[in-house]
């Protein structure tokens, strides 16, 4: 088996990591041996408890204030120092359909789930690049690389609130700036890892 990237002793940052698969990816990759995860989540409560459960089983974790939608918290995560794994989770839904649903709804998921991983890709890969190495997971849905354009119709009722086609269509485009930031970064000769 090829080891593309050995977690040990590597500094992590997750966004999105409050819940779900960005809580339970923190906690693996201090379980895997990294130094420090960083984990990003928007709410005290959600850091509080973050902190409190990494505290009760020594876990090298350390939630930070992170809103991938504000400057002054992105601005923040790019002091951290070296970053040599970032992981772009955060992601919002609004389970409807693109052309019927509140646009402000719309320009959310969109701002989160695309322009959210943008953001953090322009504050900690500059520092990649310098340092000849990086890796930078982008996490999207497996139906952003199916094309079933009646995805969201299928799923009518298995969804609370319906329809996901507003979600898909921003998921879509993280796929995308993966690839094309990959060209980009290959350009430099820095050693950049995509998943």
Same mark, same amino acid.
């Not at 809580?23 to 041996?33: C, D, I, K, S, V």
């Not at 690389?145 to 979600?167: F, H, T």
């Given at each position: 088996?090829?080891?593309?990237?050995?977690i040990a002793?590597?500094?992590?940052?997750?966004?999105?990591?409050?819940?779900?698969l960005?809580?339970?990816?923190?906690?693996?990759?201090?379980?895997?041996?990294?130094?420090?995860?960083?984990?990003?989540?928007?709410?005290? +409560?959600?850091? &509080?408890?973050?902190?409190?459960?990494a =505290? $009760?089983?020594? %876990?090298? #974790?350390?939630?930070?204030?992170?809103?991938?939608?504000?400057?002054?918290d992105?601005?923040?995560?790019?002091?951290?120092?070296?970053?040599?794994?970032?992981?772009?989770?955060?992601?919002?839904a609004?389970?409807g359909?693109?052309?019927l649903?509140?646009?402000?709804?719309?320009?959310?998921?969109?701002?989160?789930?695309y322009?959210?991983?943008?953001?953090?890709?322009?504050?900690?890969?500059?520092?990649?690049? +310098?340092?000849? &190495?990086?890796m930078?997971?982008?996490? =999207? $849905?497996?139906? %952003?690389? #199916?094309?079933?354009?009646?995805?969201?119709?299928?799923?009518?009722?298995?969804?609370?609130?319906?329809?996901?086609?507003?979600?898909?269509s921003t998921?879509?485009?993280?796929?995308?700036?993966?690839?094309i930031l990959?060209?980009?970064?290959?350009a430099?000769?820095?050693?950049?890892?995509?998943?």
């Amino acid at each position: 088996m090829t080891v593309l990237m050995d977690i040990a002793n590597r500094r992590v940052l997750i966004t999105g990591a409050s819940r779900g698969l960005g809580r339970t990816l923190a906690f693996a990759f201090a379980a895997a041996g990294a130094r420090e995860v960083f984990a990003g989540a928007r709410k005290p +409560e959600d850091i &509080e408890k973050l902190k409190r459960d990494a =505290a $009760t089983i020594g %876990a090298p #974790v350390t939630p930070i204030k992170l809103d991938v939608t504000n400057e002054d918290d992105i601005s923040a995560a790019g002091t951290l120092g070296f970053i040599d794994v970032l992981v772009n989770n955060a992601g919002v839904a609004g389970y409807g359909d693109p052309v019927l649903m509140n646009f402000e709804n719309a320009l959310d998921e969109m701002n989160v789930n695309y322009f959210g991983a943008l953001r953090m890709a322009r504050a900690l890969t500059p520092a990649m690049i +310098e340092r000849g &190495e990086g890796m930078i997971v982008s996490v =999207a $849905t497996a139906f %952003a690389k #199916v094309n079933l354009p009646l995805v969201g119709y299928l799923l009518i009722g298995s969804i609370p609130g319906g329809l996901i086609g507003s979600y898909l269509s921003t998921r879509v485009p993280v796929l995308w700036l993966r690839r094309i930031l990959c060209v980009i970064l290959l350009a430099t000769g820095a050693r950049m890892l995509w998943a």
